[in-house]
């Protein structure tokens, strides 16, 4: 545990630090892991704590569930930062810890952004976990299938904390008014639809929520009597724009960007506009979406609506002239175009297909019937010998193989019956027939 210096005043910390809860019953949310009879519960209650993993978003208690674990456990703790520590104070700390289990005495590590640590770094602490010198307790935001060893995460269970809904979060912004570790030594005039308000702009996060209202009532009207009063007009002011829960390098950029395709593919304008807007209006850079409504003309249309990738390319152009905030209204036009256009992946299964088979034969021939032939050479080799040029013929069609001879016969383009791909599809049986004939 840190010790705190004499001069060290605790009114001058932030409200979220002078609010973290010191217990369980204190502790707000997250009730499917902490709550009556949970494990997790469970497992600090009884100092039966074992290697583990908090992964969830900002602000939901990860380093509050620690720090609890720190007061509850008869265990040394330690709180390792992945920013600051290196190999070399990680390997300390566990030559520290060794001599202490040899004495009977358990370890616990917590490590906060876990994810940030490298793979030497999480390495290191392996062999430490494996033989029970240490419990580590790892906290991140970003998914640990991902960004965990998978070594490491084989031996930490993963617990996933959810974001704080409206009502946890105006439960706890009620305790911070009454709460004398907060304001509960002054008077405070705050409505409970302002709290309400704070709560929805906090977007599942304590911290924010915390600080948002540290800031609402640190910039409210004071009275003679010393009252403070929160205005509506100070609300405005201290929540000008809503901070979305959008990470450009993370998971979450990842999920919404899945949510947008998913919901264009599903023909649902409303859903894919919103999630256009999560997107725009948390910075996403415009030109990013546009480059993914553009593939998914092709994968999710295709021939169906060929119109569609016109339409896709044209929003790209207009993103890159104009920008944001104003290129907005064209990705919406491509968006909504996308979600109601019929919908076909006969190019994308097209492509797969065929890419299986390119890369199993990647040393077939080209026919020689279908080969240049610029040199005298090339030509004495029978390069082109026997080429049947379409466009002399009436059909405009020749029964000429071009597939390699391994290949022959191979179907990879099957259209399907949406939209204009019907035409395409009896076109291409007509041909096939054709040639059968031929």
Not at 196 to 215: Q, Y
């Amino acid at each position: 545990m840190e010790q705190k210096s004499l001069f060290e005043n605790e009114s001058n910390q932030p409200l979220a630090s002078r609010l973290r809860p010191e217990n369980l019953e204190e502790f707000v949310g997250q009730t499917h892991l902490i709550g009556e009879g949970k494990i997790l519960r469970k497992l600090i209650e009884e100092d039966k704590i074992t290697s583990l993993i908090f992964w969830g978003p900002p602000g939901v208690g990860k380093t509050t569930l620690a720090s609890i674990i720190a007061r509850k456990t008869n265990s040394a703790f330690i709180n390792f930062s992945a920013v600051t520590s290196g190999i070399k104070e990680i390997k300390n700390v566990m030559t520290q810890a060794e001599q202490a289990r040899k004495l009977g005495e358990k370890t616990i590590v917590f490590v906060d952004e876990i994810h940030r640590f490298n793979k030497a770094q999480q390495d290191a602490f392996l062999p430490f976990v494996e033989k029970g010198s240490i419990i580590l307790i790892g906290a991140t935001t970003e998914n640990p299938s991902f960004e965990v060893n998978s070594a490491l995460l084989s031996r930490c269970k993963v617990f996933v904390l959810q974001g704080l809904n409206t009502e946890d979060l105006v439960k706890l912004l009620k305790r911070a008014i009454t709460d004398k570790r907060g304001f509960g030594e002054q008077k405070v005039n705050i409505s409970d639809e302002q709290l309400k308000i704070i709560a929805k702009f906090a977007n599942g996060d304590a911290r924010n929520a915390l600080s948002t209202l540290e800031m609402v009532v640190l910039n409210g009207d004071i009275s003679d009597s010393g009252e403070i009063t929160v205005t509506n007009d100070t609300m405005e002011q201290c929540i000008s724009k809503k901070s979305l829960l959008y990470d450009k390098n993370g998971e979450e950029h990842y999920n919404i960007i899945s949510a947008l395709h998913k919901s264009m593919r599903n023909s649902d304008p409303d859903a894919a506009v919103y999630w256009l807007a999560r997107m725009l209006e948390a910075g996403e850079d415009p030109l990013y979406v546009a480059r993914r409504v553009t593939r998914f003309a092709s994968e999710d249309i295709g021939l169906a609506d060929p119109h569609a990738l016109e339409i896709a390319v044209a929003a790209y152009q207009a993103c890159h002239f104009i920008g944001m905030p104003e290129c907005s209204v064209h990705l919406t036009e491509a968006v909504i175009y996308m979600s109601l256009a019929p919908k076909s992946n006969a190019l994308y299964i097209a492509y797969e297909t065929a890419k299986k088979d390119a890369i199993k034969e990647l040393a077939e021939p080209v026919p020689l019937v279908i080969r240049n032939a610029p040199t005298k050479l090339m030509k004495e080799l029978n390069y082109g010998k026997g080429y049947q040029y379409a466009h002399d013929t009436e059909a405009k069609l020749t029964n000429m193989q071009c597939l390699p001879d391994s290949l022959s016969g191979k179907e990879y383009y099957h259209p399907t019956e949406q939209g204009l791909e019907a035409k395409y599809k009896t076109k291409l049986e007509q041909i096939k027939n054709w040639k059968k004939s031929h």
